[in-house]
C-alpha cells in the first residue's frame, strides 16, 4: 500500500520558519513529480510548488522567494522549506506524488501549518 507521510508542521511566529517532509513508500519515488498544496479554512486547496523527477522546481506567485521545494531520492522523501512565514500561510499542507507520464497520483493526509503569534 502506498504511503506517503507529512511532518514538520506546527506552531510558529510570523517571520519563522519550518521544514516540511513527505516520506514516501511503496513507490518508485524517483518516478514521481511532487508537490506540495494547501487548504485553508473556508478556501479551496491551491498548489504550492512543485518539482519534477529532473528536479525542475516551481512556485505559487505567492511563496517565491520564501518556499523553497527539494528532494532526496535516495530516502523517498520530499522537503518543503518554509522561511519568512506569514499568518496567511497558515493551512494544512498536503503532498502530492504523480507518477511520470501517467495520471496514477497518491496523496499524504496533511500536516498542519499555523502561523501566528
Known sequence: ????????????????????????????????????????????????????VGGETNYA?????????SRDNFVNTGYLQMTSLEPEDTAVYSCHAQRIGTRIDYWGQGTQVTVSS
Open 61 to 69: 506567485d505567492f511563496v517565491k522567494g520564501r518556499f523553497s521545494i
Open 1 to 52: 500500500q502506498v504511503v506517503l507521510v507529512e511532518s514538520g508542521g506546527g506552531l510558529v511566529q510570523p517571520g519563522g520558519s519550518l521544514r516540511l517532509s513527505c516520506v514516501a513508500s511503496e513507490i518508485l519515488f524517483r518516478l514521481h513529480d511532487i508537490s506540495w498544496y494547501r487548504q485553508a479554512p473556508g478556501k479551496q486547496r491551491e498548489l504550492v510548488a512543485h518539482i519534477t
